[in-house]
């Protein structure tokens, strides 16, 4: 067995929203307290969009600032920026080299941010995934809270974990390193771990407010579409009236919330702010509409949203401090990866 560890990334781009806290930041907080976890702002993935970037080092303060203001405590775990550790980039230059273009080839996420003129994507951009594996595997983490729009990418991380343990298996063994697993029915003698995705609860999937169809993301181009991290009582009050609805009462749970995407993603917002199933909120709310949903939905958001922006802003008004805790974090991350980059510098008879 590898010992259990978490690790996750944030992008430094953009506000951060709640699809992002629901779906990632908030399942960081809880899961420290059973397990070790690194936390990470993934600044090279930034660079796969766009490489100019306004204010970089404020964008990673940022972020930093909203794990630190959730609840993630960077001297039990580590919290971190990915380029101040090299070797996640040398990692995912072997992976280039492990994974095929075939499998590349199949990430819908390339597709939807390439979009119509996919040739002038960035090759980093379409090599992504494999930066993600080993943001992953240079720790040997075999546990990974994200949303659902990453299950993908996950899954590609465990092929490449599975191409390297089987192609290499004998340097593996005369390097005295790995140990012996099964993946399915097969025994493996395995360097690196078969990660396993943590994506559940009632939202893994937050939806846009305007489309019920559409993930919520810092790319839409309306505000309207998303709550930020950093919004305001009356600008989440605001977007929460105005989200997109169908006309009919909510549901009884027995009826449950098939075909309305709208009420679904609301509710299932609900569930996720308030720790319940979709089916407690649907105990409480069912029979009612959404003029009695919205307004109590409105009271949870803010009860929950505001002592974290509050903090966040309480902690961007020292950068230094920010700064010094990044330093410390990337400091013990980056003597892990090294250990790690050792030993697969030896399996691969560098
Ligand atoms: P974005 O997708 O907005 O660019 P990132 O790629 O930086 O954000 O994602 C950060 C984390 O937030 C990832 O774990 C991702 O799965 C999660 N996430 C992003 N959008 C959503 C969403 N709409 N619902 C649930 N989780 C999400
Ligand atoms: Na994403």
Not at 76 to 99: G, K, R, Y
Not at 170 to 187: K, L, N
Not at 256 to 284: C, H, Q, T, W, Y
Not at 302 to 320: C, F, K, T
């Amino acid at each position: 067995e590898f010992k259990p560890l978490v690790f996750s990334g944030v992008q430094p781009t953009g506000n951060l929203h709640l699809g992002n806290y629901l779906g990632a930041i908030r399942k960081f907080v809880a899961l420290q307290e059973n397990n070790d976890c690194i936390y990470c702002v993934v600044d090279l993935h930034a660079l796969t969009a766009q490489l100019v970037h306004e204010d970089m080092p404020g964008q990673i303060r940022s972020i930093t600032a909203a794990f630190l203001a959730s609840g993630i405590d960077p001297k039990s775990h580590i919290v971190f920026n990915q380029s101040a550790v090299p070797q996640h980039a040398e990692l995912a230059w072997i992976f280039n080299c492990v994974a095929r273009i075939g499998w590349m080839n199949r990430m819908t996420q390339f597709k939807d941010k390439a979009g119509k003129d996919r040739e002038q994507a960035s090759l980093g951009l379409y090599a992504y995934p494999s930066l993600m594996a080993a943001d992953i595997l240079v720790y040997r983490a075999t546990h990974v809270p994200v949303g659902e729009d990453q299950k993908q990418h996950l899954e590609l991380t465990r092929d490449i974990a599975m191409k390297f343990n089987l192609d290499f298996m004998d340097h593996i063994r005369r390097a005295g390193q790995g140990i012996d697993i099964t993946v399915g029915d097969e025994p493996v003698h395995a360097y690196f771990p078969m990660v396993e995705p943590l994506i559940d609860g009632p939202a893994p999937r937050v939806m846009s407010l305007k489309d019920g169809t559409k993930k919520m993301s810092k790319s839409d181009p309306s505000d309207l579409s998303r709550i930020n991290l950093m919004d305001d009582a009356e600008a989440i009050s605001k977007k929460i009236r105005k989200a997109k609805t169908d006309p009919d009462a909510l549901p009884s749970e027995t009826e449950g919330l098939k075909g309305r995407p709208e009420a679904d993603n609301l509710v299932g917002i609900f569930a996720a702010l308030a720790d319940k199933s979709k089916e407690d909120v649907l105990k409480d709310f069912g029979g009612q509409q959404f003029s009695v949903f919205k307004p109590a939905l409105v009271d949870l958001a803010v009860e929950v949203l505001s002592p974290i922006s509050a903090e966040m802003r309480r902690l961007m008004a020292d950068p230094a401090h920010i700064d010094s805790i990044l330093r410390d974090g990337g400091e013990r991350a980056r003597a892990r990866a090294e250990k790690t980059m050792n030993e697969v510098r030896d399996i691969i008879g560098f």
